[in-house]
């Protein structure tokens, strides 16, 4: 799940009071920096407090005497959008029953962190800043972004939730190294592709790397072997906001950001092992243990033959865009390949590489060109793609160290697509 809000005011020192509270354990950080606009102004490693507030407010980290934006410091200044991505709630669960000697706990933290950068990666690329001239808007570039991302792992309903908070600071740095505010509109655009996307990310490395049997749930998963019971008893929050929604009548993305607000109350504060053992002892009472939890875990590595599930997945996707019977854009395909990839050992970067192909294919055709998006139709009723590629089998033994770079597919004379997946050692 992702959400979005936008962050105003002296709301800088929320994050860092947050974080502060909600340490998972002594070597965990407090926040870190992402993005190459943090790391053009100075910006790497853990969050200090100062470097922060500057940079919120639109000044140089290190000196508040240098502007970064033209309104730096002003009482109307945008902050920043906070962007939560948040784990699937089976996840937190049998997250919440490992004590922090477990190793497993913290590959379940490593995996999160790479599918939420992965995540952010995806929107980078779309994240744009606008110079102006005497006022008015001459022209966009790529922005570098600084983000300042928080992990913690309640809501405030004390439920286990492992999530991240990744704050775009609405500052960045451009080509030439000036610096300026971003445009944030495709933030809100391709919140739910973006959140797809870590979700299929996230769902590879736990069966990669932990061996954890996944289902597919909506347009989520879930953990084989959690109870539906003990997933509905740690989503106290969610149904909070749930019956909310229902009273009002009104279920769209901006009603469920004002049910969130409306229903929000202070967190209660409990200490890491307090929780800890709440959780235990919930736990117990719903069949859950530590070493239950253990025992999900497989000896080896799921593997699947990766033709034959990206052939799946565009047979899916070609379903659900025939039965909508309706044109589409090209966010619609990228977030249905993200649902379909979920639990098929597709990652993010393949599931975009199957998007643009199926985008690129003879069997689909564009009808009309919006602002950065597009829309399309099928020429066929169920549009036939063979996918192949060039991949590494040994390619997840190495999962962390081996970044794959995605060529951009390219079309046969039979409106085939080729999806080619360069492994870089």
Not at 136 to 155: D, N, P
Request: proline share 2%.
């Amino acid at each position: 799940m992702l959400t979005i809000s936008a962050v105003g005011g002296g709301k800088w020192k929320y994050f860092l009071s947050i974080a502060k509270e909600e340490l998972l354990s002594e070597e965990e950080i407090e926040g870190y920096w992402l993005g190459a606009g943090a790391e053009k102004i100075g910006l790497k490693g853990n969050v200090k407090k100062q470097h922060f507030k500057n940079v919120f407010e639109g000044f140089a980290p290190r000196n508040k005497q240098i502007k970064l934006v033209r309104n730096a410091g002003g009482a109307d200044r945008q902050g920043g959008w906070d962007l939560v991505f948040s784990a699937p709630k089976s996840v937190s669960v049998a997250f919440s029953q490992l004590s922090d000697k477990v190793p497993e706990k913290k590959t379940i933290l490593e995996i999160h962190h790479r599918a939420l950068e992965k995540g952010i990666d995806f929107l980078t690329e779309q994240t744009y800043t606008r110079r102006f001239e005497t006022g008015v808007g001459k022209s966009e570039e790529r922005a570098g972004l600084v983000i300042a991302a928080f992990t913690h792992q309640t809501s405030r309903l004390n439920d286990p939730l492992l999530h991240t908070h990744a704050l775009f600071i609405n500052l960045c740095s451009r080509a030439d190294g000036s610096t300026g505010s971003i445009n944030s509109r495709q933030l809100y655009v391709l919140q739910k592709e973006a959140g797809t996307l870590y979700r299929a990310e996230l769902a590879l490395g736990l069966e990669h790397h932990l061996g954890l049997r996944l289902h597919r749930k909506e347009s989520w998963f879930e953990i084989d072997g959690i109870p539906d019971e003990a997933i509905d008893f740690f989503s106290k929050r969610r149904n909070e906001i749930e019956a909310r929604l229902n009273k009002l009548g009104f279920h769209s993305a901006q009603a469920k950001e004002y049910a969130n607000f409306d229903t929000r109350k202070a967190k209660g504060y409990k200490s890491r092992h307090e929780l800890f053992l709440d959780w235990q002892e919930q736990g117990k009472a719903l069949g859950l243990s530590e070493g239950l939890i253990l025992d999900l875990f497989g000896k080896e590595q799921i593997r699947r033959d990766r033709t034959e599930q990206i052939q799946i997945v565009v047979d899916e996707v070609s379903k659900r865009l025939a039965q909508s019977n309706k044109p589409f854009t090209n966010r619609d395909v990228y977030r249905l390949v993200a649902e379909e990839s979920q639990c098929r050992g597709v990652g993010l970067e393949l599931a975009c590489s199957i998007a643009k192909g199926y985008l690129a294919s003879d069997d689909v055709q564009m009808i009309k060109e919006f602002q950065k998006s597009q829309l399309y139709e099928s020429k066929r009723q169920e549009p036939l793609i063979q996918a192949s590629q060039n991949i590494d089998t040994d390619r997840d033994r190495d999962y962390i160290s081996h970044r794959p770079i995605i060529e951009i597919p390219r079309a046969s004379n039979m409106g085939q697509i080729e999806h080619t997946l360069i492994i870089q050692r």
